[in-house]
């Protein structure tokens, strides 16, 4: 005979209001804590901005429209030869002193490509508006709660990919979005996860989630959307341009590693965290490569526990898996962490909906949210924050996940046999 355990889903339902009430006025001063941050930040930047007199106020986002311009004007695989990309820079704008090269994949030059019909103005109005506007769609994909959307909009993640026009926002709805849209359109969730191509540091454990969780169309959708997209920028730009590529990256590697003083203040990740600290090269990558593994068993153990179960990711899965890719990877940004501030949220969302915030809890969950702003200071202390505070918000979102996983073990149906 089966025996159930049995619920009120009354009382549940009930006892989850007056929480939401209850931490309803915390969450409004976090948002208006973020606001102040945002502007107060923003007036100085922008105060900066206008007294050296530059033209260009988001400085990153002028690399992406140089390199669009690029590739309509000049011969496109020519983008790679750093002689000829500076040259350009400079012509187009002759106030411009510095240099961007273009290490990335052609696929990134694809999904740029358009703005380079548009002035700088344009383009740039037009590249913020549309990822932030993907940022929210896929955030209000995530929780339908209007206040956590906005927390992550207003999150110091999101200023830092805002005020460097760069593509945050945009790498960080494809991975969110991928994963709302795998339960009941998988082939499409690959085919949006594909579109990280451009960004290959963020495809690192994704198939392995995927291949663990027997998301199969998921896969081969991820698989047909690289392919279209190399198809793509061979057609467009000449064949050869990957080849181009791979042949150029131990150059722009070197270039990397000849400027990582100027670059090390702005990543959070492990390598680079730990040579700040003093840490020799060696010694980096042997603590690099034993987190990478690690991330990557964390996440075929998680991802494989949800094939049996089925249904959709939960978000306190996506917020370890996007957890687990900025500790797994060498190579991130600052402006790189929108998605991260999704992770920190739907830890914040689980807690004020389903159980208590313990004191170190929140005081994680804090120094997570304001990371941003941390970094530079810890590199200019030789103190590793950046992973540090990423170990113990894993840490935390795991032991949430954990409670939650027993807590819906322990109301499912006990067979008993008589």
């Known amino acids: 005979m089966t025996t159930y355990q049995r619920q009120d889903v009354a009382s549940a339902v009930g006892s989850a209001a007056p929480r939401r009430a209850q931490w309803l006025s915390p969450l409004t001063a976090l948002l208006v804590s973020f606001a102040i941050y945002d502007a107060a930040y923003l007036v100085v930047y922008l105060a900066r901005v206008l007294s050296s007199g530059s033209e260009l106020p988001f400085g990153d986002f002028f690399a992406f429209w140089s390199f669009a311009r690029f590739s309509h004007e000049m011969k496109p695989a020519d983008i790679y030869d750093t002689a000829r990309l500076l040259e350009f820079q400079h012509r187009i704008a002759p106030n411009f002193k510095d240099f961007y090269p ?104 994704l198939p ?35 080849l181009t590529w791979a042949k150029a990256v131990p150059t722009l590697f070197q270039l990397f590693q000849t400027n990582i003083g100027k670059l090390a203040p ?32 964390l996440v075929i153990v998680m991802f494989r526990r949800r094939r049996h179960e089925g249904g959709s990711i939960p978000n306190l899965d996506i917020a370890a898996f996007i957890v687990a890719v900025f500790l797994a990877t060498p190579y991130a940004f600052i402006y790189d962490m929108p998605m991260l501030g999704f992770a920190a949220v739907a830890l914040l969302e689980h807690r004020a909906e389903q159980s208590p915030m313990r004191a170190g809890d929140l005081g994680v969950l804090l120094l997570a949210l304001f990371l941003p702003p941390l970094v530079p200071y810890s590199h200019m202390v030789g103190v590793p924050t950046g992973p540090i505070i990423l170990l113990f918000l894993l840490a935390v979102i795991l032991r949430a996940r954990w409670a939650k996983t027993a807590s819906t073990a322990w109301k499912k149906p006990l067979a008993t046999s008589l």
């Open 208 to 242: 392995a989630a995927l291949l663990a969780a027997g998301c199969w169309r998921a896969l081969f959708g991820l698989a047909a959307s690289a392919l279209m997209m190399v198809l793509a920028s061979e057609i467009t730009f000449g064949p050869g341009i990957w």
């Open 102 to 205: 273009f290490p990335y994949p052609p696929a990134f030059l694809l999904i740029l490509w358009p703005i380079g019909f548009l002035s700088y103005a344009a383009a740039c109005m037009a590249w913020i508006g549309s990822t932030v506007a993907l940022f929210a769609a896929a955030l209000w994909q995530g929780s339908r709660e209007a206040i956590y959307v906005w927390l992550c909009l207003l999150a110091p993640f999101s200023l830092m990919a805002l005020i460097s026009g760069q593509n945050g926002f945009f790498s960080a709805a494809l991975m969110i979005g991928g994963f709302k849209l795998l339960k009941h359109r998988p082939f499409v969730a690959g085919m949006v996860f594909g579109c990280l191509l451009f960004k290959p540091q963020f495809l690192l454990l």
């Open 266 to 297: 702005f990543m959070p990740t492990v390598t680079v965290s730990l040579l700040s600290a003093g840490l020799g090269e060696n010694i980096a990558k042997a603590v690099q490569i034993v987190v990478t593994a690690a991330s990557l068993v």
